[in-house]
Antibody, heavy 119, light 108 residues
Framework: QVQLQESGPGLVKPSETLSLTCAVSGYSISSGYYWGWIRQPPGKGLEWIGSIYHSGSTYYNPSLKSRVTISVDTSKNQFSLKLSSVTAADTAVYYC????????????WGQGTMVTVSS | EIVLTQSPGTLSLSPGERATLSCRASQSVSSSYLAWYQQKPGQAPRLLIYGASSRATGIPDRFSGSGSGTDFTLTISRLEPEDFAVYYCQQYGSSSFTFGPGTKVDIK
């Protein structure tokens, strides 16, 4: 059974960098699929942040692209998100999820982790 | 960027009734790249439908998807108590994903 688990600080100061990791179990990242990050501000809808292939190729939400870096560590079977220069608007539940190349739908999700941006 | 609009914002129905949720795109979406999710409070979204009309693994057949181009529909034939939740549509195009704002299905 494939499982994803997010981890990282729950509180980040404004202007700093938010860093999260998603550990994958039950499936080897190197075997394929894309791995993505999606966020959800409290009481609001879902926003895709970006995705990475096991080879390391990435694509990002154009509205966040200048601040986002997603990387993969196949030796640890995990992938990571870095979001720089955060503000209160980046406060959200952050989910990691998997999607195949075809169709492009997120079929397995982590439980999510709440990140608050506050001084 | 393709913008998705969902209607209605809230749908108040009773168990056993039929629910029809709409998702409209600002430009044509490939049917292969249209999906629907269910989200309950405090939980991650769950994939229901992909490719506009294919049910994901383990999804009951009371859930069905249809549509093409800019207009897509999620239908729940007979609402069960566990179906009261928020539903999101999602599309992929031009190397980017977008989600609709969601439709809340609540108990009348």
């Amino acid at each position: 059974q494939v499982q994803l688990q997010e981890s990282g600080p729950g509180l980040v100061k404004p202007s700093e960098t938010l860093s999260l990791t998603c550990a994958v179990s039950g499936y080897s990242i190197s075997s394929g699929y894309y791995w993505g990050w999606i966020r959800q501000p409290p009481g609001k809808g879902l926003e895709w942040i970006g995705s990475i292939y096991h080879s390391g190729s990435t694509y990002y939400n154009p509205s966040l692209k200048s601040r986002v870096t997603i990387s993969v560590d196949t030796s640890k079977n995990q992938f990571s998100l870095k979001l720089s220069s955060v503000t209160a608007a980046d406060t959200a539940v952050y989910y990691c999820a998997r999607h195949p190349g075809q169709p492009r739908a997120f079929d397995i999700w982590g439980q999510g982790t709440m990140v608050t941006v506050s001084s | 960027e393709i913008v998705l609009t969902q209607s209605p914002g809230t749908l108040s129905l009773s168990p056993g009734e039929r629910a029809t949720l709409s998702c409209r795109a600002s430009q044509s979406v490939s049917s292969s790249y249209l999906a629907w999710y269910q989200q309950k409070p405090g939980q991650a979204p769950r994939l229901l439908i992909y490719g506009a009309s294919s049910r994901a693994t383990g999804i009951p057949d009371r859930f069905s998807g249809s549509g093409s181009g800019t207009d897509f529909t999620l239908t729940i034939s007979r609402l069960e108590p566990e179906d009261f939740a928020v539903y999101y549509c999602q599309q992929y195009g031009s190397s980017s994903f977008t989600f609709g704002p969601g439709t809340k299905v609540d108990i009348k």
